[in-house]
Each structure stands twice: as structure tokens, then as C-alpha cells.
């Protein structure tokens, strides 16, 4: 069944350490979000791919780092945690915005302490 | 001022109880809105899409209105259950780019009680 993965669901980590919070899709969807979500607020958008080899930052600005080797795949790095990045991490994915919107990941909640 | 806004903030109703949350949008072009519902700790799932010659659009005990002129929008819930409790988010597209962009609503937090 196409969908969308994200992994991990939920990360705590200490300050200064780097991670990276994984997307695929298998839907074939040349485009891909990030988005980030803090809880009774609107999402934002931190970066976006239009395809392959194709990056760009969205309205929030963010200090993580995106690359698109892979149609599939869209993995977000942040190369030294704060406890400023705690929030929910959204990847999303779509074939055409207008007509068929997004297709959202689960999501991963980090925590950074 | 976010473009759109969503009432009310936080909703609690009785099961089998209908509802209705409320959107308002001054994103222009418009293009297309929709509703998503968001479960805690999920990703956001879409449940209707309405472009700006559609009124009304039903999914199931979710029915969304449409009235492209006031810029309203409105998301009502029959015979709600248990599992209806989530958040409600409001996303209007516009058509200012061949591309699209998205504005979203910061949510309706519904909680359904037995």
C-alpha cells in the first residue's frame, strides 16, 4: 500500500548532538514538505522539494539541512540540537497540491534537553 | 495575521451530539480548501477538498460548506463519536503560483465525551 514513513516516532536527545529524522514515500510523488508543529499552533513550512537534486527553504526559518538523492526519500538533518528545535517534525508528500493536497507522515515528536 | 482563522479554539461535546467548526480565510486567489483531521501524535489526514465552484461536500458524518464569497468555511459533524476527538485543520490553497501554497489554520481540538 503507497504511503508515507517517518522515523523515529519519538526522539529525546541531549543538546549538541546531531540527528537526522527520515521521510519515504512510496507513492512516486515528486514532491516533498517539511513541516514543523508546536502544539495549538498553525504548521510551518521549513523545506521543500520539487524533486530529485532540487531543495528549498520554506517560510519558518529552520537551521536543519534537507537533501533529495531519491525520489523516495527526504531526510531532514539538524548537526547540533538545541532545545529551541523541540517540536513535531511533519513530512509530507504530494502529486499535485491543487488537486489532490498532501499525504502527511505520522510525524516525530523530538525532544531536546 | 495568519490568513486563517479557525473557531472555536477548543470544542467539547457529548457523544452522538452534532457539531460545527468554523473557517475564515483572506487567502487570495483562492484555489482550493480543505479540512484535515490531525489525531494526537498523527500526521494530519484530509477529509474533504472544495474548490470555489462547490458549496457543499460530504464525507460520510463530516460535511464541509463553502461560501467562496464570504470566505467562509465550515466543517459540521453528525452523530459524533469517540473517535472524532482530534484536531480539525482548516488548509486553503491558493492559485498566486503555478505551483500553489498552502495556508494553514492553527486547528479546532475537538474532544467527543461518553
Known amino acids: 500500500e503507497a504511503d508515507i514513513y517517518q522515523t523515529p516516532r519519538y526522539l529525546v536527545i541531549g543538546t549538541g548532538k546531531k540527528i537526522t529524522l527520515e521521510c519515504s514515500q512510496t507513492m512516486g510523488h515528486d514532491k516533498m514538505y517539511w513541516y514543523q508543529q508546536d502544539p495549538g499552533m498553525e504548521l510551518h513550512l521549513i523545506h521543500y522539494s520539487y524533486g530529485v537534486n532540487s531543495t528549498e527553504k520554506g517560510d519558518l526559518s529552520s537551521e536543519s539541512t534537507v537533501s533529495r538523492i531519491r525520489t523516495e526519500h527526504f531526510p531532514l538533518t539538524l548537526e547540533s540540537a538545541r532545545p529551541s528545535h523541540t517540536s513535531q517534525y511533519l513530512c509530507?508528500?504530494?502529486?499535485?497540491?491543487?488537486?489532490?493536497?498532501?499525504?502527511f507522515g505520522s510525524g516525530t515528536r523530538l525532544t531536546v534537553v | 495575521k495568519n490568513q486563517v482563522e479557525q473557531s472555536p479554539q477548543s470544542l467539547i461535546i457529548l457523544e452522538g451530539k452534532n457539531c460545527t467548526l468554523q473557517?475564515?480565510?483572506?487567502?487570495?486567489?483562492?484555489?482550493?480548501l480543505r479540512w484535515y483531521k490531525q489525531d494526537t501524535g498523527r500526521g494530519p489526514v484530509s477529509l474533504t477538498i472544495m474548490t470555489f465552484s462547490e458549496n457543499t461536500k460530504s464525507n460520510g458524518r463530516y460535511t464541509a460548506t463553502l461560501d467562496a464569497d464570504t470566505k467562509q468555511s465550515s466543517l459540521h459533524i453528525t452523530a459524533s463519536q469517540l473517535s472524532d476527538s482530534a484536531s480539525y485543520i482548516c488548509?486553503?490553497?491558493?492559485?498566486?503560483?503555478?505551483?500553489?501554497?498552502?495556508?494553514f489554520g492553527r486547528g479546532t481540538q475537538l474532544t467527543v465525551w461518553p
Open positions: 509530507a508528500s504530494s502529486e499535485s497540491i491543487r488537486k489532490y493536497g498532501y499525504t
Open positions: 473557517c475564515n480565510y483572506t487567502v487570495s486567489p483562492f484555489s482550493n
Open positions: 488548509v486553503v490553497s491558493d492559485r498566486g503560483s503555478t505551483l500553489g501554497r498552502l495556508y
